[in-house]
């Protein structure tokens, strides 16, 4: 699933005429504590909340002030994975997309972030959840795959992490039986 593909059609930018307290009015709207601000097509950066409550005066213009946030942003082509890193990285509750002439094309936001994300890792999906812990050198996805799949299983989904041991790995699995008797045996 990639960025342009998750899109919000309901969040709207800021013009740089827009003031701190429109901005802030905005983002009680949509639960939010960022919001872009744009020139036409041309992304300006993001304008936090805290930006806001720093201003001496929230009714000027945004586009008066400097902005606390580098021009955080994925482009259109990005995969969810690395629009969640931004997101988680940069403790942000919206990134915007952009394309690669530099045009604004909208933004992905936490919440449909996260539906996305439930959609594609198949939790909405009846079925059983294993964790296993193992080394790093004893990880196998074939055999994993080959012990399920000879239970008349399937895994739906499935992630690897680190548990903060040195050379150990969590592989979570979701399968699509609930009563999981035979492949924990």
Same mark, same amino acid.
């Not at 005429?17 to 300006?44: C, Y």
């Not at 999981?180 to 045996?185: A, D, F, K, R």
């Given at each position: 699933?990639?960025?342009?593909?998750?899109?919000?059609?309901?969040?709207?930018? !800021?013009?740089?005429?827009?003031?701190?307290?429109?901005?802030?009015?905005?983002?009680?709207?949509?639960?939010?504590?960022?919001?872009?601000?744009?020139?036409?097509?041309?992304?300006?950066? !993001?304008?936090?909340?805290?930006?806001?409550?720093? !201003?001496?005066?929230?009714?000027?213009?945004?586009?008066?002030?400097?902005?606390?946030?580098?021009?955080?942003?994925?482009?259109?082509?990005?995969?969810?994975?690395?629009?969640?890193?931004?997101?988680?990285?940069?403790?942000?509750?919206?990134?915007?997309?952009?394309?690669?002439?530099?045009?604004?094309?909208?933004?992905?936001?936490?919440?449909?972030?996260?539906?996305?994300?439930?959609?594609?890792?198949?939790?909405?999906?009846?079925?059983?959840?294993?964790?296993?812990?193992?080394?790093?050198?004893?990880?196998?996805?074939?055999?994993?795959?080959?012990?399920?799949?000879?239970?008349?299983?399937?895994?739906?989904?499935?992630?690897?992490?680190?548990?903060?041991?040195?050379?150990?790995?969590?592989?979570?699995?979701?399968?699509?039986?609930?009563?999981?008797?035979?492949?924990?045996?």
């Amino acid at each position: 699933m990639l960025a342009k593909e998750l899109i919000s059609d309901i969040v709207t930018a !800021l013009k740089t005429s827009d003031t701190g307290t429109e901005a802030l009015a905005w983002m009680e709207l949509f639960r939010i504590k960022h919001l872009p601000i744009v020139n036409q097509r041309d992304f300006l950066g !993001l304008i936090s909340d805290a930006d806001i409550y720093d !201003l001496n005066n929230a009714d000027e213009p945004v586009g008066n002030h400097s902005l606390s946030l580098d021009k955080p942003y994925v482009r259109e082509d990005q995969h969810i994975y690395e629009v969640i890193e931004v997101l988680s990285r940069l403790e942000l509750t919206l990134v915007p997309v952009l394309n690669y002439e530099n045009h604004y094309l909208g933004v992905i936001t936490q919440e449909e972030l996260t539906q996305h994300f439930a959609h594609l890792s198949a939790m909405q999906q009846p079925g059983g959840i294993i964790e296993l812990e193992m080394l790093e050198l004893d990880y196998s996805l074939s055999e994993i795959s080959q012990i399920v799949e000879s239970n008349n299983a399937r895994i739906l989904s499935l992630y690897v992490s680190s548990n903060g041991e040195q050379a150990k790995l969590r592989v979570t699995l979701k399968i699509n039986l609930t009563d999981m008797t035979s492949v924990l045996e």
